[in-house]
Nanobody, 121 residues
Framework: DVQLQASGGGLVQVGGSLRLSCTAS????????IAWFRQAPGKEREGISC????????TYIDAVKGRFTFSSDKSKKTWYLQMNSLKPEDTAVYFC??????????????WGQGTQVTVSS
């Protein structure tokens, strides 16, 4: 079975940093996309970053560009989202998702459980 495990969330002050991890098992990820999503209270889930496992190329939404960095450790089947200069509007539950080339937006997407990130002002 495909499983994704997200971790690393917590409470941090404005301007602080957190590193989220997403560890995968049960699938060969050589030609997949791994994506991070977040969902703030009362808002829809939004995709914020995507990594193509074949070449580790990444994309980011403008709201996190320059502050968040998506990286991978393929030996550990783990992907990381380094979040710096955190803002209150980054407060949300963060999810990772694995899918075949759709950045979590197509059918057959596997989801991990969420991890809460709270940024206090």
């Amino acid at each position: 079975d495909v499983q994704l495990q997200a971790s690393g969330g917590g409470l941090v002050q404005v301007g602080g940093s957190l590193r989220l991890s997403c560890t995968a098992s049960g699938f060969t990820f050589d030609d997949y996309t791994i994506a991070w999503f977040r969902q703030a209270p009362g808002k829809e889930r939004e995709g914020i970053s995507c990594l193509y496992t074949k070449d580790d190329s990444t994309t980011y939404i403008d709201a996190v560009k320059g502050r968040f960095t998506f990286s991978s450790d393929k030996s550990k089947k783990t992907w990381y989202l380094q979040m710096n200069s955190l803002k209150p509007e980054d407060t949300a539950v963060y999810f990772c998702a694995a899918s075949y080339l759709t950045c979590g937006l197509g059918p057959g997407t596997f989801w991990g459980q969420g991890t809460q990130v709270t940024v206090s002002s």
